[in-house]
């Protein structure tokens, strides 16, 4: 399930624990038919490729990555470079562009952008490049914190697990939006050899990260939890194994999935925060293109030059989409209980 | 009961006080860190030295950052006063302080500024609990038809939505193309009507959000109770459906659902940011970004404080209901 960050919503992560499945060690999801064993893996590649919405949002995720990754070959080919003024394309008098939908033609496939007529689908491919970049470097982030702390409060319990416990409740309690833009307005433009947009999209991977990781940590702390005292971790207990080996060869394969469905949808979630605090004006700066700041410029060109704000929300929209669709593929697909 | 309730809200303080704490130390490290000072910003652009001087010193800014919280904390419950050329100003209890730039009074702009984004966030809380619970059950109970997966496609729409760009969309919809809902916001004790009309959007666009949200989880948890075995036998002794559905699946369905929707409940009070800056209402969001982006330390600590607030005392409520609804919770 996503956490749609439009207004940090408290509890979505529950929501996921709902979906997540026990462990793949499960043995729920056997097909009848099947007379040789089949790892719980091949169980969920073969449920997830007969899942036709997951697999259209697997194709769009793959495009998109795509697009961002070849972004200037395709704005050489098909746009203008991302920063480049059209004042040509611009009525002086209202500074909506000239001719209608926003400008649209066969050489600004999305239109200019009002007052100044940079190219809309050489900013939207660009802004491609930092909404998943952020998305997937904040996900990984939160992901491996998450992951060492929860199980670590999992299972050594006692006094760590209460402060564990304490932190990650006081991060869910703290209005992320806010302080990130707090402290976003407040960077110097250069820091650790970064230049400018280096520092925002630096910032914006560790806040959106740091403040994932308590969802991810609950999540693994409560299945550390109930794994800790499974047969299978005594026996391995009984036989002398150390702490460290437990951890590594006995806990952690049996979370890898309920992580695997979290991090999934952890993406989409951290594209709408990473649009919401450009938005707010705590994203990129200006020369480097954003979705979330191309809207915010919108808001106020929108009732004069609607298709403006459309593009860029729409791909977010798309986006966001696509990845969500995928994620609940991979997390129905997991779940040892399902029978789709 | 009461042992538990006590020791919850002294948790609530101890968190409450080490989100001032960190929140001060955040802006108190940042003239180090960037040069900026917050005194420079308060007297304005053309300060002399001597004059940012005297301003710090009468908002306590060279002070050690414990003595600052200690004057921060004890000012919301007695009051506090500034000294500074010679005169006091005392400001009465709970006192924020007084904001950098307009030189208000936090507390007052608070005031105004709370029953804003609490009409908004109860009306649409209203709308969302009624549409997206009822969708998610009727979803559930109609698995696989038809019903079924249109809800839930919609519904997984709504969720990939940015909430600033259906805001925007709406507006454009019915503002701009259709002329309707233009009013801006009125305050109830004004007039219902103006209240009620410049509410509706912001109102229908909160709640598609949160409906879809809550359509897709109360389906799933629906989903799982119904897999229970209590149901079974409820079901075996004969039971009659509503009531099987009604009584013992609602419950059940209805504690995970209450949990997030306080927390939901909670964040939103503390400031729905991006919908009152898209719809350009004045609530908590709005004076947030203000003092963002203004630097304006007293209105930042007092909007993350009454945030947080909201949200730990929110889950703590939803933690007491929750021995109401669900039997098998017990507090200790």
Known sequence: ?340 | MLAYIVRRLFAVVVMLLVVTLVTLSIFFLIPKLTGSDPAAMFVGKQADPASIEAVRQKLGLDEPLLVQFWHFVSGIFVGRDYTGGGDTIHCAAPCFGYSFRTEQDVSSMLVDAFPVTLSMVIGAAVLWLILGVSTGVVSALKRGTIIDRAAMITALAGVSLPIFFTAMLAMLIFRTQLGWLNASYVPITESVGGWFGGLLLPWVTLAFLYAAMYARLTRATMLEVLGEDYIRTARAKGLPEPVVLGKHAMRSTMTPILTIFGMDLGALVGGAILTETAFSLHGLGGLAIKGVSERDLPLILAVTLITAACVVLANLVVDLLYAVIDPRVRLA
């Open chain 1, 1 to 340: 399930m996503t956490a749609p960050l439009h207004e940090k919503s408290a509890g979505e992560a529950t929501a996921t624990v709902d979906g997540a499945p026990d462990a793949p060690g499960t043995p729920g999801g056997a097909p009848v038919k099947a007379i040789e064993g089949r790892s719980p893996w091949q169980i969920a590649w073969t449920r997830l490729k007969r899942d036709k919405l997951a697999l259209a949002g697997a194709f769009i995720v793959v495009f998109l990555v795509l697009v961002a990754i070849f972004a200037p070959v395709i704005v050489g080919l098909l746009g203008h470079p991302p920063d480049e003024f059209h004042e040509d394309q611009i009525d002086p008098l209202f500074g909506t562009p000239i001719g209608s939908w926003g400008g649209v033609s066969s050489d600004f496939l999305f239109g200019v952008e009002p007052v100044n007529g940079r190219d809309v689908f050489s900013r939207i491919v660009y802004g491609a490049r930092i909404s998943l970049l952020v998305a997937f470097l904040a996900a990984v982030f939160a992901v491996v914190l998450g992951t060492i702390l929860g199980i670590i409060a999992g299972y050594f319990g006692g006094w760590i697990d209460a402060a564990l416990s304490r932190v990650m409740d006081v991060m869910l309690a703290f209005p992320q939006l806010l302080f990130t833009i707090a402290l976003v307005s407040v960077l110097p433009n250069q820091l650790l050899g970064l230049d400018g947009s280096g520092v925002r999209i630096a910032a914006l991977v560790l806040v959106i990260g740091f403040f994932g990781w308590p969802y991810v940590g609950r999540i693994v702390r409560g299945q550390t939890l109930s794994l800790r005292n499974r047969e299978y971790v005594e026996a391995a207990q009984s036989l002398g194994a150390g702490r460290l080996y437990i951890l590594r060869r006995e806990l952690l394969p049996n979370l890898i999935a309920p992580i695997t469905v979290y991090a999934t949808l952890m993406i989409p979630t951290n594209i709408l925060t990473e649009a919401a605090l450009s938005f707010l004006g705590a994203g990129v700066k200006p020369p480097t293109a954003s979705w979330g700041q191309m809207l915010s410029t919108a808001i106020t060109t929108y009732e004069s030059d609607p298709l403006f704000m459309v593009i860029p929300g729409f791909a977010i929209f798309i986006t966001v989409l696509a990845f969500n669709l995928f994620g609940d593929g991979v997390r129905d697909a997991l779940d040892p209980k399902g029978s789709r």
